[in-house]
Structure formats: C-alpha cells, structure tokens
C-alpha cells in the first residue's frame, strides 16, 4: 500500500473475517489547508488486498487499542473517520509524520537509507522472486497498467529467466 492509502485506510474497508483489506481512499496534506481524504491515486488502485493470518492478528492488536483509547477519551475520541492508523485520539496523522516515525525506527535498527515506500518496492520485489504472476503484483500495488509493474521491477526479471528455463525443461522431461 501507499502511505496515503494506508493512512486513509477505515475499519469499514476491512474484512478481518474473509482476510481482505480494501483501498477505497487515500489522506493527503494539501500545502495550507487540512488533510483531505480522497479516491486513490488511479481507478486500479481502488482494489482488494489479501491479507494472511499475521496481518489480521495485528490488525485485531490494533482494534484492541483502539477501544482502550476510545475509553479512555470518551466523547472527545474523534472517529469521525473510523481510521485503523490514527492518533491516540482518533485523529488522523500527517503523512510526513508517518515518514518521520519510520525514518526513526529505521535508523534505530540501521537500516536508515531504507525509505517507507521502499517497503512497497521490497513486498512486489519478493512476490516476484517467489514467483508470483506479475499481473498478481499489478493488481496488489494498483498500478494502472502491468508494463508499470514489469518495467519498475525488471531488475527481478533476469533470476526469473534462469527459473524459467528450468521449469520448463521439467515439464518437458515429464
């Protein structure tokens, strides 16, 4: 996901049941004025993301917070916008926070050259090594067209030629 898809992401957007998350909206800082909530950055990138077992169990940490936090600040709890990643208060975050917040902990573990959109880069990278279809990549990041996909991770293609070649040599030999 996006940083703004991210930080835009509802509870209502969640299936932890079906284990599926879905990107109907995305928050940004608009230079002088509020955050705003808007549609995602393109039509594809309105989509369903899978998720496993790990993400809903953390996801169910976080619903837990939530509710002591809701407790614990009463009617001044804003959920105006009923978002998972927020403020103690249910407010929700700047981007540059967000940023800020990684950037801390990545220096703290020194992987501080290590950006927050690269977490995006490093998740379609291993789908790819591990051979997942491309199109399946496409659809998980919500890139408008798959020669954005394979042109942004071509780097991942050379390994994959190797493995294809011994794939279907294997096949063939059955």
Same mark, same amino acid.
């Given at each position: 996901?996006?940083? &703004?898809?991210? +930080? ?10 079906? %284990?599926? !998350?879905? /990107?109907?909206?995305? @928050?940004?800082?608009?230079? &002088?004025?509020? +955050? ?10 309105? %989509?369903? !993301?899978? /998720?496993?077992?790990? @993400? ?119």
């Amino acid at each position: 996901m996006r940083r &703004g898809e991210i +930080l835009g992401l509802r509870w209502t957007d969640v299936s932890l049941k079906e %284990r599926v !998350i879905h /990107i109907r909206q995305s @928050v940004t800082k608009v230079s &002088g004025r509020d +955050l705003i909530f808007l549609k995602p950055k393109t039509n594809s990138s309105i %989509r369903p !993301i899978n /998720i496993d077992e790990d @993400v809903v169990a953390a996801l169910k940490r976080r619903k837990s917070e939530q509710n002591q936090n809701k407790l614990l600040f009463g009617s001044k709890y804003d959920n105006q916008h009923n978002l998972i990643f927020c403020k103690e208060n249910g407010k929700p975050f700047l981007p540059q926070y967000a940023t800020r917040q990684f950037n801390e902990i990545a220096k703290k573990v020194d992987l501080s050259h290590f950006r927050l959109h690269d977490l995006r880069h490093t998740h379609a990278t291993l789908m790819l090594k591990a051979g997942v279809h491309p199109k399946i990549v496409q659809e998980r990041l919500g890139h408008a067209l798959i020669t954005v996909t394979l042109d942004t991770y071509s780097h991942v293609i050379p390994s994959m030629q190797k493995e294809a070649v011994q794939k279907l040599k294997n096949t063939l030999q059955k």
